[in-house]
């Protein structure tokens, strides 16, 4: 069975780090388009990184462009967002998700497969 699997999420304060990950089993995720979503209460699914299945391709929203960077390691599985100098607008839940041919790689309605998320909380 499918399963994405998030971790890394928890509070810190406005101008920290974290570094969430997500790992996948179930399929050979190396041929997979995997994105970072998140979402605020009240809010809609925001794309924030999506990432290329060889990981020579990355796009980020411009609201986290040069603070986070989305990689992958295909040998493990495994898809990460490293996140600096966060702010209190950064608080969501992060979710990850996949898709083998996203027709747009920021937009939830073309991925397939997500996780349950992982919570931020950024405090200032």
């Known amino acids: 069975q499918d399963q994405l699997v998030e971790s890394g999420g928890g509070s810190v304060q406005a101008g920290g780090s974290l570094r969430l990950s997500c790992a996948a089993s179930?399929?050979?995720?190396?041929?997979?388009?995997m994105a970072w979503f998140r979402q605020a209460p009240g809010k809609g699914r925001e794309g924030v990184a999506a990432i290329s299945p060889g990981g020579g391709i990355t796009a980020y929203s411009d609201s986290v462009k040069g603070r986070f960077t989305i990689s992958r390691d295909n040998a493990k599985n495994t898809l990460y967002l490293q996140m600096n100098s966060l702010k209190p607008e950064d608080t969501a839940m992060y979710y990850c998700?996949?898709?083998?041919?996203?027709?747009?790689?920021?937009?939830?309605?073309?991925?397939?497969?997500w996780g349950r998320g992982t919570q931020v909380t950024v405090s200032s």
């Open positions: 179930g399929d050979t995720y190396s041929n997979y388009y």
């Open positions: 998700a996949a898709d083998r041919r996203p027709g747009n790689t920021l937009v939830a309605v073309y991925y397939r497969y």
